[in-house]
């Protein structure tokens, strides 16, 4: 599938992933403080996996237009919508966290190589000082107290 296709049909969002999003919100707020996890959310909604995985992705697409709290996960307590400035904070930084080493590996394991090969070339060039810039912007998110 051509890549302009693909972010078409990414923007796109079916009705029923927005149907699956709400009955998620609905439950969650019925629990809420507390959360749910996977199994126990398929039986309150009565979704299948394969609907709460989608209504999972619609809720993080909603969330920001409908102004629906934010949906986190943890291993104590599932799935459960977060007002908590500390709680979210702390989510924050571990994203940041990890998505700085993902770009990490990326630099090493195939910018690095590629600018071996090629060192003359513009194109790699920039895109391992956007990358850098962007493991630098990552890092500083994930531990703020270094800087």
Excluded at 35 to 43: H, N, Y
Excluded at 106 to 129: D, M, N, Q
Aim: with cysteine.
């Amino acid at each position: 599938m051509p890549r302009s296709a693909r972010r078409e049909r990414d923007r796109r969002r079916s009705p029923s992933s927005a149907r699956h999003a709400d009955a998620i919100r609905l439950a969650l707020m019925e629990v809420a403080p507390a959360g749910l996890k996977k199994p126990r959310l398929m039986v309150v909604t009565e979704l299948s996996r394969s609907q709460i995985v989608r209504g999972l992705a619609g809720y993080r697409e909603l969330a920001g237009e409908k102004k629906w709290p934010p949906l986190l996960w943890s291993f104590q307590a599932g799935y459960h919508l977060c007002e908590d400035a500390a709680e979210l904070e702390e989510w924050e930084r571990h994203w940041a966290e990890v998505k700085a080493t993902e770009i990490g590996g990326v630099i090493e394991g195939i910018l690095a190589p590629h600018a071996r090969l090629f060192p003359k070339s513009r194109w790699i060039s920039y895109v391992e000082a956007q990358m850098n810039a962007i493991q630098s912007s990552l890092d500083m998110i994930a531990h703020p107290q270094n800087q």
